[in-house]
């Protein structure tokens, strides 16, 4: 499986950007899917993901502002993120878990900066 992040860029605090992410290859038997981010200096943590039948979990510092949705026919999950303040700014990554037969497998693209000035 093959992940492909798109959206990321520079906006001012306040301001607005989608994040897509669209799944490529052995594309079958993907359940979750989802986006982490990795601030400068810091560790990599979980901002939202959604399952395939829909159901959605947030980072409580994005409950409110970001928005994760999927299209299943597409194998493509977006991000949208409203209110963006500077501590927002990260390398933003799409996550994808698979079974494979009872063989989870983990995916990550390869990330795309997101940066919000103050």
């Known amino acids: 499986v093959q992940l492909v992040e798109s959206g990321g860029g520079l906006v001012q605090a306040g301001g607005s950007l989608g994040l897509s992410c669209a799944a490529s290859g052995s594309i079958s038997s993907i359940n979750a899917m989802g986006w982490y981010r990795q601030p400068p200096g810091n560790q990599r943590e979980l901002v939202a993901t959604?399952?395939?039948?829909?159901?959605?979990k947030y980072a409580d510092s994005v409950k409110g502002r970001f928005t994760i949705s999927r299209d299943n026919a597409k194998n493509t999950v977006f991000l949208q993120m409203n209110s963006l303040k500077p501590e927002d700014t990260a390398v933003y990554y799409c996550?994808?878990?698979?079974?494979?037969?009872?063989?989870?497998?983990?995916?990550w693209g390869q990330g795309t900066q997101v940066t919000v000035s103050s």
């Open positions: 996550n994808a878990d698979q079974y494979i037969g009872l063989m989870p497998y983990n995916y």
């Open positions: 959604i399952t395939s039948g829909g159901k959605t």
